[in-house]
């Protein structure tokens, strides 16, 4: 299969080889929690919800210099075409929860809040490629809802190689095929990179171009993600001077 139209240069759905696709974000979704978000990218779609800071529920998991950050990922069984259903807790969900955690860690700043708890649920609604990503920027945006005190926004994009072509964003099509990719998460202020991923081998040079897509497709996420908190704070405000 073509995924790049070699007269055209675009892809299946339209896109050019370093498009992203539509990304949407909303924030305050999730009424009982403290911080929780909505994020889109194309027909991907994911949920977050954030609690805390709280105290530790579990005495022997409490850090005396520090909050523990614990982070739970789910797909909903009507996420994909599938249907299958999932059981919880499977390896799959550990390994993406433990990355999400890793991830967000190194922008929150946990030694202001010691002895504390902050829980992070991401479930995945519609699941159409970059589930990781769209869930790392979901629960960006939950936690900045919350007003969890973070140093930078870590924000995620995946690239790929596909028709010896770098591709941004893929979706689930492209990320079926087999070729490589990368998942890339980044503080973006910072131009620190906290999450890594690559699923099989490259060439250093198309690596480096890869993942500098990947890159700033980030640093676009971030820059969008910051207009929209921007305009909600806008509109707080707005509503305490009325």
Known sequence: MEFVNPLTGF??????PNEMRHIRGEIGVVANADGSAMFEMGNTKVIAAVYGPREVQNKSQQLSNQALVQCEYSMANFSTGDRMRRPKGDRRSTEISLVIRQSLEASVLTHLMPRSQIDIFV??????????????????MALADAGIPMCDLV??????????TPLLDLNYV??????????????????????????????????????????????AVAQYIHEVLLENTKQLESRRGK
């Open 11 to 16: 892809r299946l759905d339209g896109r050019r």
């Open 123 to 140: 479930q995945v609604l519609q699941a159409d490629g970059g589930t990781r990503s769209a869930c790392i920027n979901a629960a960006t």
């Open 155 to 164: 924000t995620s994009c995946s690239a790929g190689y596909l028709c010896t």
């Open 174 to 219: 492209e990320d079926s095929a087999g070729g490589p990719d990368v998942t890339v998460g980044l503080l973006a202020k910072m131009d620190k990179v906290t999450l890594l991923q690559m699923d099989a081998k490259l060439p250093m040079d198309i690596f480096e171009n890869v993942m500098q897509l990947a890159i700033e497709g980030c640093k």
